[in-house]
């Protein structure tokens, strides 16, 4: 049986969720445990070491020390605790700094200024992004719909040679953008199904995409951490997926279209954590995903 330690601990809850709030229990200037105190809690432990030795398990209920050593130490435990009252006391952090500090915490974490620290980073770093992947059966329906009602976007996808269309996801975070902590936020939903709307058909002659809205999981709406989400369909050659995010400020200066899709399409996705390389300059390179689990 394996005990983690507390940096083992702390970094899985940092990748679950990415941030970590401590409350605050004991003074850290506080004085030295009694020596009564200091004792019973020693024999405790010892009891339990040897309970686990010998049963090979941690719960204290089973075995013959459950009515005998267990029940004699814990009335012992009370005793010495209850006569040393007035020291637990005087070494706890005050309730209210309690609330304080928390609530601090839960601020800075709302605005980011939290980050992951050096062990997780080491040990997560591979992670790149979270993404909700699609069918690209799914997708290459939804284009051809839009390109049923509109024949410039159909002369477009004829061109661009429609059934090549990149293999499409919705970006939720990546580690150079948003950071290790924000990919990692998103392993409480992994290997979940998102509802992903689409509503509009951008393009150019050097790139494609869709504008996304993502659902719900579980009651929890799922959030990109992209100011545009979208799924990019296609980029020209030598031209970066990431380009995409510029084609709402190029359909402002006249420089790409927006189609809208009305009514929205809906299709689930499954959302990932992983790795991704895209193909470049005619260079494929396999995108790849693994789990955090």
Known sequence: MHFQSRTEFESELYERFGSLVKMPLLKPDRALLP???KSILDEGLSIFKLHRSRRGRRKRSNGSYASE??????????????????????????????????????????????????????????????????????????????AEKDTDVNNFLEAIKL??????????????????????????????????SFNAFFYNDKMAALEAQLGMVNGETVDSRN????????????????????????????????????PPITISGLLLIGRLVYRICGVEIKIRFSSLC
Do not use: M
């Open 35 to 37: 020596g009564d105190v």
């Open 69 to 146: 050593e267990w029940e004699q130490w814990e009335k012992r435990l009370r005793e010495i605790l209850f006569k040393n009252e007035d020291y637990l006391k005087s070494i706890q952090v005050p309730f209210e700094v309690v609330v304080k500090e928390v609530v601090e915490q839960l601020k800075a974490v709302a605005k980011g200024d939290i980050g992951t620290p050096d062990t997780a980073k080491r040990r997560f770093g591979n992670i790149i992004f979270a993404a909700v992947t699609l069918s690209q059966a799914d997708i290459l329906c939804l284009v051809r719909k839009v």
């Open 163 to 196: 059934d090549n269309l990149n293999k499409v996801h919705v970006t939720l975070a990546h580690k150079r953008a948003h950071g290790v902590a924000a990919v990692a936020s998103y392993a409480v939903y992994q290997n979940q199904e998102v509802p992903v």
């Open 227 to 262: 100011d545009w989400p979208h799924g990019t369909l296609w980029t020209a050659a030598c031209v970066g997926p990431k380009e995409a995010n510029t084609l709402p400020k190029l359909v402002s200066k006249g420089k790409a279209k927006r189609v809208q899709i009305d």
